[in-house]
């Protein structure tokens, strides 16, 4: 049995914040960074549940400003 | 050695020919009168067929200009032309091209204003088109042709003016000069440029980036002002290079002259014979022809009307080129202006009587 | 199995597009806009276009698109950008041309502009950004703005008797003979952007061809002009402007699957 596992980076300086990509994981892998806030001022999101990620590009692919960069691989159980 | 052909026809239609003569790539224009046979006689003669040259009627004035716009910035040879109503329509475009410098070339035959008007000539543009008849500080290059022979020169000139500086130029012509047939000689044919040809003379141009260089964005836009203003100087000081080196003015007998007739375009043709007259009478007249308006002739005036007696300006207007020329001389002798308004075309007579009322029998 | 064992480039499977530089975009965290100018330098890039395609950007919250994608560009003003996109094309044919606009560029001031070079079939694509409000000046009303929706000029909500019916104007596109593909997409959910994408990149291969004039609107949000969270105004635009701008392809003469 093979499954996907996933991790993303986030490119916290140009994250604004928007929880866009919060609601598209199915996996609830990202949230809201407790109380810090990028150079811009801006609020940031980290993947708080890294090892749930499969990488299924939701969370890049709803990023209005290109933020998260999605990588997959495949692991033998 | 190829012989000249000499042609009759129209200033109208002769802007035509020499635009496709001179390598246009584009022609975008909206009929008004009393300038339709210039898109009229580009669409008869099918140059898209011959050198590729586009001719599109767009849907309004405002379309037109902003195509110029877009064929400008893209680096290309592309001009419309209009007439004082349709002009007045064009100014947002003038303006964002001269703020973005884009080499656009515009004609403005003239007729009577303000508003609707009437489709009689006129030279009641001279403000419009000197003053920036956009908002901003700004300039274009004002060509003001006297005879359909220079119709047919000034569309190379202002394309190679406008190219030269970056900057929208016009021919700024009338219902006169638009609709009367003289004799021309046509230029040569000038192939259009290629696209090697186009990205060296405009490397600036947006027309598809290759990966060599970084990208093109053509805009008048700046939010900062610090920037904006480093902007505009480096616009004014092309401004001042242009009326450094850009005068063109023409002057007739006014080296014995006591008094000189100042006038541009078909008020100059109809004051040659002004002068005719005036001279058969004894008084020694002389006659100064502007042909750039913008950059304005200052320093000749300056320099004519010294030892001069008077001037009239003779303008078919209610004063425009005049202020100029009161600016120029500076209270240093007197500037009357002569003028018809709302379409007459005044006669030779009425400018030689109101040249003696106003300057000799004072 | 360790993060650092899955972050390897073989790994790779989703980045922002090269196109897009990384100039940080001044749109407000979760706005339409950057979506849609993530898909265009997508698409631009797997057509293999980026060489020769030329942007008309618009006034608008999207004046300044020409920051961020490494194309050539023209900024048009307000509501011209479709004759500027015609001059161009026109002058360079094989050159792609796409204008992007907003709801006020495209359906008020520039309203002829875009019923013209649509009617002409211009071998363009236009990229309509409806998000019923004017974002850039601070939030008044649009021509899409739905009834009872409030804005700054409609503080009381939008009311026909004053300010008429919101505008449709991309039924109107799809009656025009000179259109050969007109849609209307959203980029709220992960399929919905994939059908956006589609939506765009036919449109771009439409106007390559030469098949004529392509109209794609993206019914989007503004999230500082309606005062809602960006989540919660995917919700609101859902709810609300969905069945007034119905999704879907109005009209597709193009063949291309």
Redesign the interface.
Known sequence: MSKMRGAIVINVERCKGCMLCTVSCPRNVIALAERKVNTHGYPYVEAIRPDECTGCMNCGIVCPDGCITVYRKKVED | MESQEVKLMKGNEAIAHAAIRCGA??F?GYPITPQSEIIETLAALKPWETTGM?V?Q???E???I??????A??G?R?LTTSSSPGIALMQ??IS?MAG?ELPGVFVNVQRGGPGLGTIQPSQGDYFQATRGGGNGDYQVIVLAPASVQEMADFVDLAFTLAFRYRNPAMILSDGVIGQMMEKVVLPPMKPRRTEEEISKECPW???????SR????????ELSSEVMEKRNILLQEKYAEIEAKEVRCEMHQCEDADYVIVAFGSAARIAEKSVELLREEGIKVGLFRPITLWPFPSKEIVELSKGKKGILVAEINAGQMVQDVRLAVNGTLPVEHFGRLGGIVPDPSEIMEALKSKLVNK | MTQNDIIAPENLVYSKPELMNDTTMHYCPGCSHGEVHKLIAEIIEEMGMAEKTVGVSPVGCAVFAYRYLDIDWEEAAHGRAPAVATAIKRCWPDRLVFSYQGDGDLACIGTAETIHALNRGEHIAIIFINNAIYGMTGGQMAPTTLIGQKTSTCPYGRDPEIHGYPLNITEIAAHLQGTCYVSRQSVDTVASIMKAKKAIRKAFEASMQGLGSSLVEIVSTCNSGWKLSPVKSNEWMRENMFNVYEKGDLKDTTNIK
Not at chain 2, 66 to 71: A, F, H
Not at chain 2, 205 to 211: D, L
Not at chain 2, 214 to 220: A, G, R, V
């Open positions: 790539d584009a975008f586009v599109l767009a849907e309004s405002v379309a037109s902003n195509m110029v716009y877009g064929g910035g893209s290309k592309v947002e475009g964002y973005a141009a947006a027309m598809g980036r290759p990966k970084k990208p093109n964005i053509i805009t008048s836009l």
